[in-house]
């Protein structure tokens, strides 16, 4: 059975930080683009990050640039999402998915299996 578990998820302050996992099991994902996706209460889920299979290429939601980073470890069949400077408007339960493909999309359409979520809380 292909499982995507996330952990890291919290409550922190603004301008704080956190760093999210993904653990893959059931099958390895290393030729697959792996994504982070985020829904806050009310709203629809949106992309945040993908990363292709080998590492080499990196997307990013423009509210997000230059405050997140995603990586990857293939050996571990994991992906990170590194979180910086974050805001209360990142306040959301983030979603960790496994593409369909060799490169990343911003479309959750393009990914097939997704994690349960975990929370993620900014106070102001």
């Known amino acids: 059975q292909v499982q995507l578990v996330e952990s890291g998820g919290g409550l922190v302050q603004a301008g704080g930080s956190l760093r999210l996992s993904c653990a893959a099991s059931g099958r390895t994902f290393n030729n697959n683009a792996m994504g982070w996706f985020r829904q806050a209460p009310g709203k629809e889920r949106e992309f945040v990050a993908a990363i292709s299979w080998n590492g080499g290429y990196t997307w990013y939601a423009d509210s997000v640039k230059g405050r997140l980073g995603i990586s990857r470890d293939n050996a571990k069949n994991a992906v990170y999402l590194q979180m910086n400077s974050l805001k209360p408007e990142d306040t959301a339960v983030y979603y960790c998915?496994?593409?369909?493909?060799?490169?990343?999309?911003?479309?959750?359409?393009?990914?097939?299996?997704w994690g349960q979520g975990t929370q993620v809380t900014v106070s102001s």
């Open positions: 998915a496994a593409g369909k493909y060799y490169g990343g999309s911003v479309s959750a359409d393009d990914y097939d299996y």
